[in-house]
């Protein structure tokens, strides 16, 4: 596939990471929890456990994000990185917006809502990304992860084929739409722009946190698919 490839003509970075995880990577995109919700069986209850964590995550998610741009900031060697990145940040603000909005509909009370472990765990890891020892090139592979497994698991739900219940349409859009693709897309290439140019062990450091963040992502189904 053309995007895929770098300019080398060799396979970039994060499509061989895809091949080579690619079982981990499956569990993180077709999780039961977005498998019921194509099929129509999701327990509501699950949707509003996960809709009420999502909103603590991405709170969490937003000074993640600035930590990004501070970093491509000082780090990059393309300018163009800081509009991407920023663009990503002005979108959490009006996403915010709209999990209050989503969760009053489903009378969800945000405000007493606690974070669960699998939550916990996750915002710490997001929260360690804001050590100047963690490079540009290892932080900007976990955003562009964090964002392909919600855009490729929420894509799933609004293919044609599939009975995702009309009431959770509006959410598997805000991920799964063309426009979000896109941005996955340009995150990617800046991330497979600086792994090329990486030395060996930010590579790896890179990898490691693409297996954390997909292991991190399925305790986050598995959290909201599991009744407490
Ligand atoms: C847990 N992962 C989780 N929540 C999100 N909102 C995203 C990824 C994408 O922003």
Known sequence: MEEERSGGGATAPTATWLIKHFSLYSRATRHPFILGICDGT????????WLAQDYIFVREFVPFVANVLLKACKQSDDISDMETILGGI????????????EASKWDVHLANVAPLKENIEYCRFLQSFGSPEIDYTVAITAFWAIETVYQNSFSLCIQSDSKTPTELMETCQRWGNAGFEQYCKSLQKIADRRLEKAPSNIVEDAQEVFVRVLEHEINFWNMSSSGC
């Open 42 to 49: 999701v327990d509501f209850s699950s949707f509003k456990r």
């Open 90 to 101: 002005a979108s959490l603000s009006e996403e915010i917006s709209w999990f209050k909005n």
